[in-house]
T-cell receptor, first 115, second 109 residues
Framework: GAVVSQHPSWVICKSGTSVKIECRSL??????MFWYRQFPKQSLMLMAT?????????EQGVEKDKFLINHASLTLSTLTVTSAHPEDSSFYIC???????????FGQGTRLTVV | GENVEQHPSTLSVQEGDSAVIKCTYS??????FPWYKQELGKRPQLIID?????GEKKDQRIAVTLNKTAKHFSLHITETQPEDSAVYFC????????FGTGTRLKVLA
């Protein structure tokens, strides 16, 4: 299958700082990327859907000013957690697909710990 | 809003028996239905998928069925083995890609 690379795999940051997570499709053009967060023993909760060149569509309850998503190219999307707080600690994972009705390929995830 | 319900949340079966996991989706625009297996702390791994123009698909011990009218789709695992023990997620996709709540499957040796 296609390869999606997500970095960093884990990050520890101080409360109040910002963290940027990158999601790259290495061998295909990703017209759509999805960002999820996953708490322990829970499902993947969709945060936002990002189409290349467009503003991201955020799910209800997700603060767009706190979770900044940029999808400036067909191979790269970034999620910036601004002014992080301990409750933002979670597993964040991206996925990318080349077209609707097709499989989305997942990055390896980023474990964020805010102290 | 759109959602995907998944049942059961936990399932224990004896080795060799079959396991069935069911999902229901709300948005009729959904046209792609993948199933994933996820190990703790790792990315989901696709195990089988089905598109809306197909009613059933099989790959060795794994099969998926889709009932578009009822907005139901199910995962069937036959001849279960201990290594099938994992957390399984269904998803429904159109413009979005929404996951079900997950099923923890335990196969007892």
């Amino acid at each position: 299958g296609a390869v999606v690379s997500q970095h960093p795999s884990w990050v520890i940051c101080k409360s109040g700082t910002s963290v940027k997570i990158e999601c790259r499709s290495l061998d295909f053009q990703a017209t759509t990327m999805f960002w999820y967060r996953q708490f322990p023993k829970q499902s993947l909760m969709l945060m936002a859907t990002s189409n290349e060149g467009s503003k991201a569509t955020y799910e209800q309850g997700v603060e767009k000013d706190k979770f900044l998503i940029n999808h400036a190219s067909l191979t790269l999307s970034t999620l910036t957690v601004t002014s992080a707080h301990p409750e933002d600690s979670s597993f964040y994972i991206c996925s990318a697909r080349g077209g609707q009705n097709t499989e989305a390929f997942f990055g390896q995830g980023t474990r964020l710990t805010v102290v | 809003g759109e959602n995907v319900e998944q049942h059961p949340s936990t399932l224990s079966v004896q080795e060799g028996d079959s396991a069935v996991i069911k999902c229901t989706y709300s948005d009729s625009a959904s046209n792609y239905f993948p199933w994933y297996k996820q190990e703790l702390g790792k990315r989901p791994q696709l195990i089988i998928d089905i598109r809306s123009n197909v009613g059933e698909k099989k790959d060795q011990r794994i099969a998926v069925t889709l009932n578009k009218t009822a907005k139901h789709f199910s995962l069937h695992i036959t001849e279960t083995q201990p290594e099938d023990s994992a957390v399984y997620f269904c998803a429904a996709s159109w413009a979005k890609y929404i996951f079900g709540t997950g099923t923890r499957l335990k196969v007892l040796a």
